[in-house]
């Protein structure tokens, strides 16, 4: 992925139904990472990711730049 524009950082999500839970931060030096998603899965029915301020945000502000369903 591209770096994202300065004071902006890529943030994971769970999706918990309707609900985003945040599951870490990418770090913005660096264009290839694997990234381990913190917090358990529990039920989460997909992960998302989204452009946030630098540090992170309680919610998303943005669109996700990608959606992935994950299995029941």
Do not use: C, H
């Not at 524009?5 to 990472?33: C, H, I, N």
């Not at 913190?38 to 502000?61: C, L, W």
């Amino acid at each position: 992925m591209e770096r994202p524009t300065r004071a902006k950082v890529y943030q994971l999500w769970f999706a918990d139904g309707t609900a985003m839970r945040s599951a870490g931060l990418m770090d913005p030096e660096r264009g290839d990472q694997t990234v381990l998603l913190r917090s358990p899965v529990d039920g989460a029915s997909g992960m998302g990711i989204t452009v946030e301020p630098a540090g992170g945000s309680r919610q998303p502000t943005s669109p996700p730049l990608a959606l992935m369903n994950l299995p029941a």
